[in-house]
């Protein structure tokens, strides 16, 4: 369990907000005479800046209180609402899905303060955590990425496929939240400008490589970077190698990537185009020139084109198709670093002394207003931590493993005792195998944990875990991870709510 000396001499006052928590937080209405507007992209950032704003800030939040800021796309009401916007807070760390950045780049006023709260947050007192992805694919789990800083607000690099020489076609897309693909590169149709798609530097994402015969492939792609003010500059090229069926062979002499998590890659800075892949005995990561590697795509990834209309651009229904999956459903976009820091309440701390900072530089008259609030607002976080806590301490420790939607809680483990068994990430366009399901349910018995927690906002994808729930006879409850909900409506009440259901459905009577 984490050990915080300065919460051990919690105040009267903090004990006295602890018992009225409910009453301490939450949405305050916003005021007429509001000194600032404040845009925020999620609602627990917008929660954070009321509690330190008051009367003097007007809040609204780009991803609606129960929306995936992962995958939310802004609306053009959202766009105006940036527009009015004095300071824009967002918590950084690649969490909010880039059309979010963008859009704000875009529209907000130059003048306005962009802050992305998390990519300072250890200079408030917080703390970050390397984001760990491991999902055991049988097959190579393949992504994108661009490494390298593109000077300039809101720069992007896209990536274009220019040619393809192989058997088949080949096509990469992306498969949302709802089951939808969006197509990035189709070579059935000839190479062009839509053969392409942007990311932010320093990102990452998952995607679908599909293949529809056997043989060799030779994908040549290229780099550019883009800025708001049109500006683009290509920066580098490469081809990279695919072999695809177990009949065919690699060149001599070329390392083989055939499992584990690796991207293809493009370096802005050094225009250096490569397969980027992770270590698994040292946890780091090796670099392999794009002429040096070949991506392994054996018989075991073959499976047959959907039914369903939205997938005709891959062939005709039933067809055979050698496929490696993005693994994550929806929209993916992330860097190195675990964002969803908010979890461990100690970095609530921090996120809300960074928010005060940057009030009182936006609205200095505001100091004494902005210092008061935070003041008392950190009291009640601190009540809140010490809540958590003496809650989690409850839970036995063989019962100490969480089994979610999605992962969102490395930071609530690290900080009270939790371990992460497993989180469930579906392949998209198909029903999970046999094996696939045996392995859940060999988790959740292997890990005997009693219950297993869903996101309420992430019901797409629960399924799964909740069949094989009921079929291994555990509880199933909720947690909540990037948003609110339609029963918790501020932060407070979320790790409250948090700690209560794990307390109540890992404890000893669940």
């Not at 003097?56 to 609606?64: L, M, Q």
């Not at 002429?291 to 039933?318: I, M, Q």
Request: charged share 25%; net charge negative; aromatic share 6%.
């Amino acid at each position: 369990m984490r050990g915080h000396p300065r919460r051990t001499t919690a105040t009267a006052l903090a004990m006295a907000c602890a018992a009225l928590i409910a009453g301490c937080s939450g949405l305050q209405p916003a005021s007429s005479d509001a000194a600032l507007t404040v845009s925020t992209t999620t609602a627990i950032i917008a929660d954070l800046v009321e509690q330190v704003g008051g009367d003097r800030v007007d809040v609204t939040s780009i991803v609606p209180r129960n929306g995936d800021p992962h995958s939310y796309e802004p609306s053009p009401g959202d766009a105006a609402k940036v527009t009015e916007a004095d300071v824009v807070f967002s918590n950084g760390l690649l969490l909010e899905e880039p059309g979010i950045m963008k859009m704000i780049h875009n529209n907000a006023p130059k003048s306005a303060p962009k802050i992305e709260i998390a990519d300072k947050l250890e200079q408030y007192g917080g703390t970050v955590m390397k984001l760990e992805e491991d999902l055991g694919l049988d097959v190579l789990w393949l992504g994108w990425a661009v490494e390298g800083e593109v000077a300039g607000d809101g720069s992007q690099v896209r990536t274009t496929a220019t040619k393809l020489d192989g058997p088949g076609e080949l096509r990469v897309y992306l498969t949302d939240m709802l089951g939808r693909p969006k197509v990035y590169v189709d070579s059935a149709d000839g190479f062009d400008e839509e053969d392409s798609f942007t990311l932010p530097p320093e990102a990452h994402t998952h995607v679908n490589w599909a293949f529809s015969e056997p043989g060799t492939y030779r994908l040549t792609v290229e780099g550019r970077t883009e800025t708001l003010d049109g500006r683009a500059e290509k920066f580098g090229s490469g081809t990279f190698t695919f072999t695809v069926g177990d009949a065919t062979a690699p060149p001599k002499g070329a390392t083989v990537l055939d499992g584990g998590h690796a991207d293809v890659a493009l370096n802005a800075e050094t225009g250096k185009v490569y397969v980027r892949a992770d270590a698994e005995q040292s946890g780091g990561r090796t670099r392999h020139p794009a002429e040096d590697v070949v991506l392994n795509v054996p018989d075991r990834a073959k499976e047959s084109v959907p039914k369903e209309k939205p997938y005709g651009f891959l062939g005709t229904a039933g067809d055979e198709l050698w496929v490696l999956p993005q693994a994550v459903i929806g929209k993916h976009v992330h860097g190195d670093l675990d964002p969803h820091a908010w979890e461990d309440v100690a970095n609530a701390e921090a996120y809300v002394r960074r928010i005060e900072a940057e009030l009182i530089k936006a609205d200095p008259e505001g100091k004494v207003t902005y210092e008061k609030n935070t003041e008392t607002y950190l009291k009640t976080l601190g009540a809140l931590d010490a809540e958590v806590a003496r809650k989690l301490a409850t839970v036995p420790e063989r019962n100490r493993k969480l089994i979610t939607t999605h992962d969102a809680f490395g930071y609530l483990a690290k900080a009270y005792g939790m371990e992460i068994a497993g989180f469930v990430v579906p392949v998209p366009n198909r029903e999970p195998s046999a094996a696939e399901v045996e392995e859940l349910g060999d988790t959740i018995r292997e890990k005997q944990v009693p219950s297993v927690f869903l996101e309420p906002n992430l019901a797409a994808r629960a399924d799964v875990l909740k069949r094989v729930a009921q079929d291994e006879g555990v509880g199933i409850c909720t947690i909540y991870g990037d948003s609110f909900g339609d029963k918790v409506h501020d932060y407070v009440s979320m790790m409250r709510h948090n700690a209560n259901e794990l307390a109540k459905c890992l404890g000893e009577g669940a």
